[in-house]
Nanobody
């Protein structure tokens, strides 16, 4: 299984980025997907999640209204649109997959697979 995240970069506060995660080696539409982030010295933090069909999404309070998660089961991709970025959004962002049969989760350790991450740096 591979989850390849891309789209990170260095931007000014207020800018936007779009992260994308391409999945291979798993039955994509059998998995809920999540985006997590990890700042230096911090634990993995839930950012956003989407269920296997795309019908249900969830967001951390800190990003609600600024970030949008979406998926394309045909392309086997899950995207995260980041708008109105703040310096506190600076982190490595990871996508993760969890079997749909296990139920939705916000804890990184409960996901079955995750990728290598992409770095987002927001300067003030």
């Amino acid at each position: 299984v591979q989850l390849q995240a891309s789209g990170g970069g260095s931007v000014q506060a207020g800018a936007s980025l779009r992260l994308s995660c391409a999945a291979s080696g798993l039955t994509f539409n059998m998995h809920d997907m999540g985006w997590f982030r990890q700042a230096p010295g911090e634990e993995h933090e839930f950012v956003a999640g989407i269920n296997w069909s795309g019908a249900t999404t969830a967001y951390a309070d800190s990003v609600k209204g600024r970030f949008t998660i979406s998926r394309d089961n045909t392309k086997k991709t899950v995207d995260l649109q980041l708008n109105s970025l703040k310096p506190e959004d600076t982190a490595v962002y990871y996508c993760a997959a969890r079997s749909r049969w296990l139920g939705f989760a916000r804890e990184f350790g409960l996901y079955d697979y995750w990728g290598q991450g992409t770095l987002v740096t927001v300067s003030s």
